[in-house]
């Protein structure tokens, strides 16, 4: 595969979405192929799956159909266009990939990391990012994002922002000790300025070409 997979991790209110949006205007400013993606989501299946997994009446009720649904989406997105855009030389950019899943379900819902691993795998045919931009936040301003976000459109929580401090606690934890294992993985912090942390992303991206 010639193209470049580039995944955004990072709790909720981290702010993945403007920083890849950022990432993207750029990377299409110097007239490189690039493809911007979501998990859960991406195809027409994954998109009907995210809703399913956003909702708080019709959502998954144990953690284990919760992971399912993560991974038929993410095998869906790889096999339709994350596999295909990578051997076409493209620059693949991710809003959450295989991480989430060790992070929210490994050590966020107490699932076996290395079972994780090895679903990971098998819904992506082995495919791992080159680079990992790891979005870091503690708790209290994870929280408090949260919570002006949705002040400001007017909103509601989803499933998984509904979760209990303690929940996203070990979440948090987990990034961090994901990031410490693989050399993939850069992190950045989250609370920097906009435009300072969009330098900082795109110059770390630039190394790979």
Request: aromatic share 8%; charged share 30%.
């Amino acid at each position: 595969m010639n193209g470049h997979l580039i995944t955004f991790e990072g709790p909720e209110g981290s702010g993945k979405s403007t920083q890849i949006s950022s990432l993207v205007h750029r990377l299409r400013e110097e007239k490189e192929p690039v493809i911007s993606l979501r998990e859960p989501g991406g195809t027409e299946l994954g998109e009907s799956i995210r809703d399913i997994l956003q909702s708080v009446d019709k959502g998954p009720s144990s953690m284990e159909s919760e992971l399912l649904l993560f991974l038929s989406s993410r095998a869906q997105l790889v096999a339709e266009i994350i596999s295909p855009a990578l051997n076409d030389g493209m620059w693949v950019i991710c809003d959450r990939f295989i991480d989430s899943s060790l992070a929210y379900q490994g050590y966020g819902r107490g699932m076996d990391l290395n079972w994780v691993r090895k679903l990971n795998a098998f819904a992506t045919m082995g495919i791992v990012p080159c680079l990992t931009i790891m979005l870091q936040l503690n708790v209290d301003e994870c929280f408090q994002r949260m919570k002006k976000r949705y002040e400001t459109i007017n909103g509601v929580h989803d499933r998984i922002e509904r979760e209990p401090r303690s929940f996203h606690e070990r979440v948090i934890n987990g990034y961090k000790e994901l990031s410490n294992e693989e050399a993939r993985f850069e992190v950045f912090d989250a609370t920097e300025s906009r435009d300072v942390l969009a330098d900082a992303i795109y110059k770390r991206v630039m190394q790979l070409k």
